[in-house]
């Protein structure tokens, strides 16, 4: 058993429990070093709401805090986020991020025709094109942050269906569809030039996801 405590909106929630933990790729741990910090809100009545840590050194996957909340009222959730994109997504072409060493920047575009979305990580000197990112399935990005020592980026992203229960299916012939996400971190290791995708979290109705920090 753990025990754990952490500030959510500015009070402090303490709680024991078997914190299940999720193994996967491992990355080099001069290419991600440290913590990606991502929370997962999902919809409907109550809210189910998750905060789980991806270390890539060690390829694994925690959830670090759970909790639920009766309706959107009773919300208790971070108001910060990793800065500058680490939340919003691509709603416009115009998201990008600047590594902390400078040398490079990540742009988020959308293709509106194809429902996906891309990001570019480019040369900040002469705006050449590093490394393209996009996955073969449709997937929306949800947010995007440099590692500590800019030899990394994380992309939060999302793939979707729409649920087919009796309940669903009549919602959709309202003309209101019932969202099923499946939530991923994928790092990008720009030395290699190439993707580590983690799954974070399966079947979350209408999430909402943001990186909250990535921490050395």
């Given at each position: 058993?753990?025990?754990?405590?952490?500030?959510?909106?500015?009070?402090?929630?303490?709680?024991?429990?078997?914190?299940?933990?999720?193994?996967?790729?491992?990355?080099?741990?001069?290419?991600?070093?440290?913590?990606?910090?991502?929370?997962?809100?999902?919809?409907?009545?109550?809210?189910?709401?998750?905060?789980?840590?991806?270390?890539?050194?060690?390829?694994?996957?925690?959830?670090?805090?759970?909790?639920?909340?009766?309706?959107?009222?009773?919300?208790?959730?971070?108001?910060?986020?990793?800065?500058?994109?680490?939340?919003?997504?691509?709603?416009?072409?115009?998201?990008?991020?600047?590594?902390?060493?400078?040398?490079?920047?990540?742009?988020?575009?959308?293709?509106?025709?194809?429902?996906?979305?891309?990001?570019?990580?480019?040369?900040?000197?002469?705006?050449?094109?590093?490394?393209?990112?996009?996955?073969?399935?449709?997937?929306?990005?949800?947010?995007?942050?440099?590692?500590?020592?800019?030899?990394?980026?994380?992309v939060l992203n999302t793939s979707e269906y729409y649920g087919k229960s009796p309940v669903e299916l009549l919602s959709a012939l309202s003309?209101?569809?019932?969202?099923?996400?499946?939530?991923?971190?994928?790092?990008?290791?720009?030395?290699?030039?190439?993707?580590?995708?983690?799954?974070?979290?399966?079947?979350?109705?209408?999430?909402?996801?943001?990186?909250?920090?990535?921490?050395?």
């Open positions: 058993m753990l025990g754990i405590v952490l500030i959510i909106a500015g009070e402090a929630i303490s709680f024991w429990k078997s914190l299940p933990l999720h193994v996967q790729q491992a990355m080099e741990i001069d290419s991600a070093p440290g913590i990606v910090l991502v929370d997962i809100l999902e919809g409907g009545q109550p809210e189910h709401y998750w905060q789980s840590q991806v270390q890539p050194s060690s390829g694994t996957v925690r959830d670090v805090l759970t909790a639920e909340f009766r309706d959107y009222s009773e919300e208790k959730i971070p108001t910060s986020f990793q800065e500058p994109a680490g939340a919003g997504g691509c709603k416009d072409n115009s998201v990008s991020a600047s590594s902390p060493d400078g040398k490079f920047v990540a742009q988020c575009e959308s293709d509106y025709q194809w429902e996906s979305d891309h990001l570019q990580i480019k040369d900040s000197t002469t705006s050449a094109t590093l490394y393209s990112w996009k996955t073969d399935e449709r997937r929306e990005i949800r947010g995007f942050a440099w590692s500590p020592n800019s030899n990394s980026i994380a003309g209101h569809p019932v969202p099923h996400n499946t939530v991923f971190l994928d790092v990008i290791d720009l030395q290699k030039r190439s993707a580590t995708e983690y799954l974070i979290k399966q079947n979350v109705i209408s999430a909402f996801c943001r990186i909250l920090s990535w921490s050395s």
